[in-house]
């Protein structure tokens, strides 16, 4: 038995899913500061100590800033990426559908059932990823309505035309989510749990093909490549 190497991430690819993983971490603990502020400057000063409050609300709009581009980035990439074409996954046809059931079975069975070819993405993950992009969007566009609800007077830095933009792509999440800026805050809040929660299945599936299918899943994203037993 031997093994044929397959080559699954560029190096832009890796860099970045690790961007996009590092700034998940800066948002999150910014983002639960500024809901609930669970900690303070180690600096005794008033002065400096007001200000932990604008650098958390600083860094959680970068961060958020850098997940969205490279969120944009994957996207375009899902369609035009001449390395692979996540999307044609995404088609609900016989064969997208068959794997997907299969790959389903094949967790839910512990590998006693593997009717499928594992060497490239499948539909079970590209459904998975494509719900997670989805709720990155939901976080997105909340998240700005928040941002705009906050420029009271109507207007920014850079012009007005920021946030009359802001209001026209984002003020129906509040009529979507209850009628209140606060129900926009709450289903932001509660989308980051569905998010860590997704965050913790990948992670444990990624561990779990690695030890199940013994192909090196698990260096996807930090070589590029896997290895498939190629028979002879």
């Known amino acids: 038995m031997s093994y044929k190497k397959i080559e699954r991430m560029t190096a832009f690819m890796r860099i970045n899913h690790w961007v996009v993983a590092i700034c998940m971490v800066v948002a999150v603990v910014t983002g639960l500061y500024i809901g609930h502020p669970y900690y303070q400057s180690f600096i005794a000063d008033p002065a400096v100590d007001k200000y932990v409050m604008a650098w958390n609300r600083w860094g959680h709009f970068i961060a958020a800033i850098i997940f969205d581009v490279s969120s944009i980035v994957v996207a375009y990439l899902y369609f035009f990426s001449r390395f692979e074409k996540p999307y044609k996954k995404l088609i609900p046809n016989g064969k997208n559908i068959v794997e997907f059931i299969a790959v389903l079975v094949n967790l839910l069975t512990l590998n006693r059932s593997k009717k499928f070819d594992s060497s490239y993405a499948d539909s079970f993950n590209a459904v998975f990823f494509f719900v997670f992009h989805l709720m990155l969007v939901w976080m997105l566009l909340t998240g700005l309505q928040l941002y705009v609800h906050g420029l009271a007077h109507g207007i920014s830095s850079i012009g007005a035309w920021w946030p009359w933009i802001l209001h026209v792509a984002t003020d129906w999440t509040v009529a979507f989510t209850g009628g209140t800026y606060m129900d926009v805050r709450i289903s932001h809040h509660l989308t980051m749990y569905y998010i860590l929660a ?23 994203v930090v070589g590029g490549s896997k290895f498939v037993k190629e028979d002879k």
């Open 198 to 220: 997704w965050v913790a299945f990948h992670i444990y599936y990624q561990i779990w093909r690695t030890m199940f299918w013994r192909e090196g899943d698990i260096n996807i």
